[in-house]
């Protein structure tokens, strides 16, 4: 019999959310999204023209103040890996951030016991407390449990000219961490697909039976690595494998065989390999410098009509352009 619910749903409950927790009934809660403080160490007031003016929040924690003997009690008794946490914070950043955990933790705690086997949750963090938020979160919920860190863009505005002046990239970022309480927390990703862009859409101008997919030439391939292993005979004619040479001083790659070459910035000699019926491989980025890069030379009498390959997109989309 699943458990009852005892409070109203679609309700707005105004006090300590900790207070609150402790009288629901385990198991009734589907889908928790927390924002909790972020632990900035600054006081914050309500605007003058808010419904809420007037209102102040001290993103403050102190070990002495802050902290309840029965919170201490309980995580060291019945949560030991989470006051491991606590307890290497303590070490690491100190009582303050320590502080914080503990009362962030005794809260985590009761939204893990207060939901349902199919359940999820979505912490709202930032960088200052965000690395600590997780770890609190696999002592919790379980390190298998981890879902996605969601990193999302808080505004679109500009920044002012100050803030480049720090010696380093500028904050704009906040994190969402999303757990499931078990295996079975229900996930339908189909309400969170978004339509393929236009742009994207327009390079898939054939179609057959399987779906719509575009052409491109094969020397480009994305693989990291050459894989002779992937090379099979075909129609009695395997193609060989060429060992590419060193990078010469107008920087371009020379190969064992005359006639190719391979700029170090990537982009394949096609022009050279397509004369003497080759086809190159890319087999890197133009960070990398591999001792040894290779390509697979295709004689005329391949067999093979064409160097072009055919690309499908990953997943069919509701709409096509």
Request: charged share 25%; with cysteine; glycine share 8%.
């Amino acid at each position: 019999m699943p458990p009852t619910r005892n409070f109203d749903n679609r309700t707005l409950y105004h006090g300590d959310n900790l207070e609150f927790l402790r009288g629901m009934n385990s198991g009734t809660v589907n889908l928790i999204a927390t924002d909790p403080p972020f632990n900035k160490g600054r006081d914050f007031h309500a605007t003058p023209d808010s419904l809420a003016s007037g209102a102040q929040f001290q993103d403050r924690w102190r070990w002495d103040e802050d902290v309840h003997d029965d919170w201490l009690i309980a995580i060291q008794r019945d949560q030991p890996e989470v006051w491991a946490v606590i307890t290497a914070a303590k070490t690491a950043y100190g009582d303050d951030m320590a502080a914080y955990l503990c009362w962030l933790g005794v809260r985590l705690l009761e939204m893990h016991r207060v939901l349902a086997e199919d359940g999820s949750i979505y912490l709202h963090m930032d960088d200052t407390a965000g690395a600590w938020g997780k770890c609190l979160l696999d002592a919790i919920f379980g390190r298998q449990n981890f879902r996605n860190a969601i990193v999302w863009k808080r505004t679109r505005r500009g920044f002012k000219g100050s803030q480049f002046k720090a010696r380093r990239y500028n904050s704009n970022t906040d994190t969402l961490l999303f757990y499931g309480k078990t295996d079975d927390s229900f996930f339908d990703q189909t309400r969170v697909l978004e339509p393929y862009a236009h742009d994207y859409m327009r390079a898939f101008r054939h179609e057959d039976s399987t779906g719509p997919y575009y052409l491109d030439l094969a020397y480009n391939r994305p693989s990291a690595s050459p894989r002779p292993n992937l090379c099979y005979e075909y129609r009695g004619f395997t193609p060989p494998i060429l060992q590419a040479g060193k990078l010469d001083r107008s920087e371009w790659w020379s190969w064992t065989m005359p006639g190719s070459w391979w700029r170090k910035t990537g982009s394949c000699g096609a022009k050279s390999a397509q004369k003497r019926g080759g086809l190159g491989i890319h087999c890197g980025t133009t960070s990398m410098r591999p001792k040894a890069m290779r390509i697979q030379a295709t004689p005329p009498r391949n067999p093979c009509p064409s160097t072009k390959e055919s690309f499908r997109p990953a997943a069919t989309p509701a709409t096509w352009f």
